[in-house]
């Protein structure tokens, strides 16, 4: 497998990164896990406008969907197109969420993305396997662990610490977590986790490699986050860039 960042700017594009968006591939198949705002520009900088042969979206905040909403312009009126439906894997609510994003009453956006229901437990999609599990978020919020070939990737998307983030992250090869949160300040409660916790909680799931992301960078300190996190998980860990691509 392979992980390419399209954004990993946390709650609203930074200066240099749009929001979440997670390209995997493996075996051709690249499977697309949120789709944040701004990352319509870097799929089309680092891979291309149709790149994606699915999608993911863990949950319906704006920083995880919103260019799924852009994109069906894309898709509708290409000069070449429409181009046949995609399958997105969302939340209950999506196909409603994304047409009232793209803002026209009474529309739709199932000639466009083909939905399927999340619930916990584990499926397919094209070479993956995938399991997805609820997260301590306050909307209906799902992690993610891809597997394939023997190897494991897991995504945290936005949690608080919680059980079914471990199993999730257990003896991951790539753990992807969110470290919103500066250690030693007062952080709302059930909402998002600090550079520490993403650090025990990698520790706690025994993964190979910790890869942080969803930092918010105009409100944090980036050095104080790894710094926080090496505290906690002794094993190999950065902050992923926009364009960074990882081997898992």
Sequence with gaps: MRLMVLGCAGSFPGPESPCSAYLIEAEGFRLLVDFGSGALSTLQRYVGLHAPDAILLTHLHC???????????????????????????????????????????????????????????????????????????????????????????CYSSDTAPCEALLRLAQGADVFLC?????????????????????????????????????????????????????TAFAGPLEVVRAGGTYDV
């Design 63 to 153: 920083d995880h969907i919103l260019d799924a909403a852009s994109y069906v312009v894309v898709r509708r009126y290409a000069p070449d197109g429409p181009y046949p439906p995609l399958p997105v894997y969302a939340p209950s609510g999506a196909p409603d969420r994304l047409a009232a994003v793209y803002g026209q009453e009474d529309s739709t956006v199932e000639d466009v993305y083909q939905f399927y229901g999340l619930q916990p437990g584990t499926f397919p999609i094209g070479p993956f396997t995938v399991t997805v599990d609820r997260m301590n978020h306050p909307v209906e919020t799902y992690g993610v662990r891809l597997e394939h070939g023997g190897r494991v990737l």
């Design 178 to 230: 969110e470290a919103s949160y500066l250690d030693g300040v007062d952080n709302p409660p059930d909402l998002h986790l600090t550079g520490r916790e993403a650090g025990e909680a990698a520790t706690k799931a025994g993964v190979g490699r910790l890869l942080l992301t969803h930092l918010v960078v105009a409100w944090g300190s980036e050095s104080q986050t790894v710094e926080a996190a090496s």
